[in-house]
């Protein structure tokens, strides 16, 4: 027989509670079920927190930088020769953002474009023709209307993209911007042009963005630089991490290396960011080294 006091087993066997050890149990585990609930809404409440700053924070940096420099690039297409150099002109597309277009140059000749042709037509003594398919504010999604924009019969001799800043800003996946570039290398190695990929300079650099969306920033872009490389390696193109090798002297120097917006490089910063491309450059042109070896050895 059960003790005095203690609850009945029911018929099956089972332990039957008694309505005050129901309420004790229930208490007991009431602290676990708020205390849960408590994380829950500060987790969610911190998050709404965390987003409404990022947006702050945008709104704030898209006044400081404006449009100071429009949304139109200096156009420096024309060929470009040092001291009339002879033979027919290497031809040099430019493909991406306004990095590629030149915007926040104060001449034509300070451009990204300009700056590559001019080294290009200086090592391999050859003029250089220039084609500039890039557009102010494009995402790596705009490469394929850039491409399709150039004649059915244009084949430059080395393709350079330079894209990336504004898919970060707009919160393209990394992922999804890296195979639409490793999709317009592609179309370009299709056509037999060789290609070089400046891969999305980072945005940490930007003092105008007040942290800490300078530091997402700047984490976003360094993980969209490693998805492109990926993928234009895969696609077979030359690589140059921009964030590697301009991206200290930008840190380090940005009144002298950003333009008047703060977010666009300056002529002295095209003409670091060229000098960091122009070696790949040359390699992918191996006809031009090979004629500059021979004229050089007669």
């Known amino acids: 027989m059960p003790r005095p006091g203690a609850p009945a087993p029911s018929r099956r066997g089972h332990r039957v509670f008694t309505a005050g050890e129901c309420h004790r149990r229930m208490r007991a585990r009431r602290p676990v079920t708020l205390t849960a609930a408590s994380t829950v809404a500060v987790l969610g409440a911190t998050a709404v927190a965390a987003r409404t700053l990022i947006a702050r924070q945008a709104a704030i940096a898209r006044r400081r930088i404006g449009k100071p420099l429009g949304e139109q690039a200096l156009d420096a297409d024309r060929v470009w020769r040092r001291k009339k150099h002879p033979g027919e002109p290497v031809e040099l597309l430019l493909l991406g953002d306004s990095i590629a277009a030149g915007l926040g140059a104060g001449h034509r000749r300070d451009t990204l474009g300009a700056r590559l042709a001019k080294g290009i037509s200086r090592e391999a003594v050859r003029p250089v023709r220039l084609r500039t398919a890039a557009v102010v504010g494009s995402e790596t999604s705009a490469l394929a209307a850039q491409l399709a924009q150039l004649p059915g ?5 080395v393709a350079v993209i330079v894209v990336g800043g504004n898919d970060v800003t707009h919160r393209v996946p990394a992922n999804r911007a890296a195979g639409q570039l490793e999709e317009a290398i592609g179309i370009l190695r299709s056509r037999g042009m060789p290609v070089v990929v400046g891969t999305c300079p980072d945005l940490g650099t930007l003092r105008a963005v007040p942290q800490p969306l300078r530091t997402l920033a700047s984490r976003s872009s360094r993980q969209l630089a490693a998805a492109q490389a990926r993928a234009a390696h895969r696609a077979g193109a030359r ?6 090798a301009v991206g200290p002297v930008f840190a380090e120097r940005p009144d002298e290396m950003f333009s008047v917006d703060r977010f666009h490089p300056s002529a002295l910063g095209y003409r670091r960011t060229a000098d960091a491309l122009l070696p790949a450059v ?8 090979g004629e500059q070896a021979s004229s050089a050895n007669p």
């Open 239 to 244: 690589v140059v991490g921009l964030a590697r």
């Open 282 to 289: 040359l390699a992918a042109l191996p006809t031009a080294r």
């Open 153 to 157: 019969d244009y084949r430059a001799d």
